[in-house]
């Protein structure tokens, strides 16, 4: 079975930078397409970036130019790395694995992390 761990939240300054993890468990990861979502109270989870198995990856706009979502399958770990980060980037930010493409969307998979929290304040 496929276990997430995420790590690397925190509180960063406007302007500032930080890097998050995801390490997963189980056989599967190499071949996975894996994501990040983020959800603030009172707002639906939503889909900020992609990485596929052969390293491809997408973004959401608000966050293009700014963060890289890049993996190492050798540690079957996934990372978030955030740069001039902006207050609206406060989210709590998850790690998923298995995401699937269809009827023009990215639909999760069943594994998900627990969470890690990341304040953008001044």
């Known amino acids: 079975q496929v276990q997430l761990v995420e790590s690397g939240g925190g509180l960063v300054q406007p302007g500032g930078s930080l890097r998050i993890s995801c390490a997963a468990t189980g056989s599967i990861f190499s071949r996975s397409t894996m994501g990040w979502y983020r959800q603030t109270p009172g707002q639906e989870r939503v889909l900020v970036a992609v990485?596929?198995?052969?390293?491809?990856?997408e973004y959401e706009g608000s966050v293009k130019g700014r963060f890289t979502v890049s993996r190492d399958n050798a540690k079957n770990t996934m990372y978030l790395q955030m740069s001039s980060l902006k207050p609206d980037d406060t989210a709590i930010y998850y790690c998923?694995?298995?995401?699937?493409?269809?009827?023009?969307?990215?639909?999760?998979?069943?594994?998900w992390g627990q969470g890690t929290q990341v304040t953008v304040s001044s």
């Open positions: 998923n694995l298995g995401l699937l493409w269809g009827s023009n969307s990215w639909f999760p998979g069943d594994y």
């Open positions: 990485i596929g198995p052969g390293g491809g990856t």
